[in-house]
């Protein structure tokens, strides 16, 4: 059961880093309609894209890492409230005994 969750979690995270990337494209500008004119601005603009790019790419890998820890968080406290609810059920009720007439 845990292998399976693990590997639905890597095939979400791969999801949506695709949907993320298809997004930076889209942001990255269209190269057909740039001015063949101006040569200055094309090249301070394509390192601004660049930076841009690059900022979304470790802002998506920040984004997913931090998700990952919170989901591994949300496992590891699930984890342990089923481990209590085991513990509860197995443990001795002295009380329930003295009501049955079980134990003085």
Known sequence: MY???EE??????AFLASISLH????????SKNTNTGVKAESHT?????????ILI????????MFSFFLYKLWQKKK??????RLLKLFEE???????LGLRD
């Open 3 to 5: 292998r399976e969750m």
């Open 8 to 13: 639905s979690s890597w095939r979400r995270l």
């Open 23 to 30: 997004f930076v494209l889209g942001l990255s500008g269209d």
């Open 45 to 53: 603009s394509s390192s601004i894209t660049g930076t841009k790019v």
């Open 57 to 64: 790419l470790v802002g998506s890998v920040a984004v997913a």
């Open 79 to 84: 984890r342990d409230e089923q481990y209590a």
């Open 93 to 99: 009720d002295d009380e329930l005994e003295v009501e």
